[in-house]
Antibody
Framework: QLHESGPGLVKPSETLSLTCTVS????????WTWIRQPAGKGLEWIGR???????YYNPSLRSRVTMSMDTSKNQLSLKLTSVTAADTAVYYC??????????WGQGTMVSVSS | DIQLTQSPASLSASVGDSVTITCRAS??????LNWYQQKPGEAPKLLIY???SLGNGVPSRFSGRGSGTDFTLTINSLQPEDFATYYC?????????FGQGTRLEIK
């Protein structure tokens, strides 16, 4: 199971920080992905990370995104800097296996507002 | 980035009907094309991966076909729980991209 968590509200220009806690499996050995979805809109791939530390970010967000893993806590993290209202969305973490996102968390809503 | 165009954007159908949703890629994605189902307030669920392989626990009334740039998702004998939004997604070339979605509604 995957469970995303983080502050539901972030102020403009600040940094959004989210955690994805993985239970029932180790985060080692898989690629992990972050995806977001603004309300009523489609899905946007943010990027993925592998246990080796390799990361692949969406070019549209690359300058503001950092993904990391904490194997001791079996957690993933996402940081997005200099947020604006356009970053308001539900954020999902998911496994990436067989070149597909096969297990998803329930998502966490993040609103950017002063 | 590879663009994925789904058609139709929405469709209405009745329980028991069969429907087909199309996904066209702006360039070849080989068979790295996946389909997801999303219901309101829920995370997407993987239905089909690698163009035609059924996801874990997905009923056999769902099927996928295609390669290169043209793909289809077919749902046979629609059930009430199938009314949802469907997305295609490619992982052939980063950044991974999604289609805009197809909303399947009850007629």
């Amino acid at each position: 199971q995957l469970h995303e968590s983080g502050p539901g509200l972030v102020k403009p220009s600040e940094t959004l920080s989210l955690t994805c806690t993985v239970s029932g499996d180790s985060i080692t050995g898989y690629y992990w992905t972050w995806i977001r979805q603004p309300a009523g809109k489609g899905l946007e791939w943010i990027g993925r990370i592998y246990i080796t530390g390799s990361t692949y970010y969406n070019p549209s967000l690359r300058s503001r995104v950092t993904m990391s893993m904490d194997t001791s806590k079996n957690q993933l993290s996402l940081k997005l800097t200099s947020v604006t209202a356009a970053d308001t969305a539900v954020y999902y973490c998911a496994t990436f296996r067989n070149n597909a996102f096969d297990i998803w968390g329930q998502g966490t809503m993040v609103s950017v507002s002063s | 980035d590879i663009q994925l165009t789904q058609s139709p954007a929405s469709l209405s159908a009745s329980v028991g009907d069969s429907v087909t949703i199309t996904c066209r890629a702006s360039q070849s994605v080989a068979r790295f094309l996946n389909w997801y189902q999303q219901k309101p307030g829920e995370a997407p669920k993987l239905l089909i991966y690698a163009a035609s392989s059924l996801g874990n626990g997905v009923p056999s009334r769902f099927s996928g076909r295609g390669s290169g740039t043209d793909f289809t998702l077919t749902i046979n004998s629609l059930q009430p729980e199938d009314f949802a939004t469907y997305y295609c997604q490619q992982s052939n070339s980063a950044p991974d991209t999604f289609g805009q979605g197809t909303r399947l509604e009850i007629k």
